[in-house]
T-cell receptor, first 115, second 112 residues
Framework: DQQVKQNSPSLSVQEGRISILNCDYT??????FLWYKKYPAEGPTFLIS?????DKNEDGRFTVFLNKSAKHLSLHIVPSQPGDSAVYFC??????????????FGTGTRLTIIP | DSGVTQTPKHLITATGQRVTLRCSPR?????VYWYQQSLDQGLQFLIQ???????AKGNILERFSAQQFPDLHSELNLSSLELGDSALYFC???????????FGPGTRLLVL
């Protein structure tokens, strides 16, 4: 049972435009959500997170939106740059519950920025 | 650089063998997590240690075990290796009372 889903395996965006990556989850116990960026043969790099008590968090070019009623979150990258080309993973945890801090990952979306 | 280190970077071994993967968390982080990334499974949680004690278990095989030492580094032991154990193994750490996990560069295991 895939509790975190990223339905788009790939996405291509022109440099300078907005990239929007989507993620859906099914487990209502999840209360903390993260986005990671991953290059081949490297570990996931933390980008941005959001707690379930918020609906938006912004850090520079990256903004994460959370819609709890729809169990949906999205990552916006604007403007997109060639260095943003990577695989992006959405992850979730029920971290406020002891022993449930583990991350459940989506399957990833490969983002390609076209110069 | 996340501050989490893992050794070795690559490991090639044969079926039936045993290997040990090592992880040093970021300074001050008490929690260590192990994840496996195989081609068809994505990133899967294996096990978590907090300040030397096991805190949570995921889909970890009985042939696999882990521990966290007093200096907070952790080791993941994989025994009776099978071809299907070939994967990337990642370690992550998080600070006390914080939920963000920071990942190491991973160990690529190839079982022949």
């Amino acid at each position: 049972d895939q509790q975190v889903k990223q339905n788009s395996p790939s996405l291509s965006v022109q440099e300078g435009r907005i990239s929007i990556l989507n993620c859906d989850y099914t487990n209502s116990m999840f209360d903390y959500f993260l986005w990671y960026k991953k290059y081949p043969a490297e570990g996931p790099t933390f980008l941005i997170s959001i707690s379930s008590i918020k609906d938006k968090n912004e850090d520079g070019r990256f903004t994460v939106f959370l819609n709890k009623s729809a169990k949906h979150l999205s990552l916006h990258i604007v403007p997109s740059q060639p260095g943003d080309s990577a695989v992006y993973f959405c992850a979730a945890s029920a971290g406020t519950n002891f022993g449930n801090e583990k991350l459940t990952f989506g399957t990833g979306t490969r983002l390609t920025i076209i110069p | 650089d996340s501050g989490v280190t893992q050794t070795p970077k690559h490991l090639i071994t044969a079926t039936g063998q045993r290997v040990t993967l090592r992880c040093s968390p970021r300074s001050g982080d008490l929690s260590v997590y192990w994840y496996q990334q195989s081609l068809d499974q994505g990133l899967q949680f294996l096990i978590q240690y907090y300040n030397g004690e096991e805190r949570a278990k995921g889909n970890i095989l009985e042939r696999f075990s882990a521990q966290q030492f007093p200096d907070l580094h952790s080791e993941l032991n994989l025994s009776s290796l099978e071809l299907g154990d070939s994967a990337l193994y990642f370690c992550a750490s998080s600070p006390p009372e914080k939920e963000t996990q920071y990942f190491g560069p991973g160990t690529r295991l190839l079982v022949l």
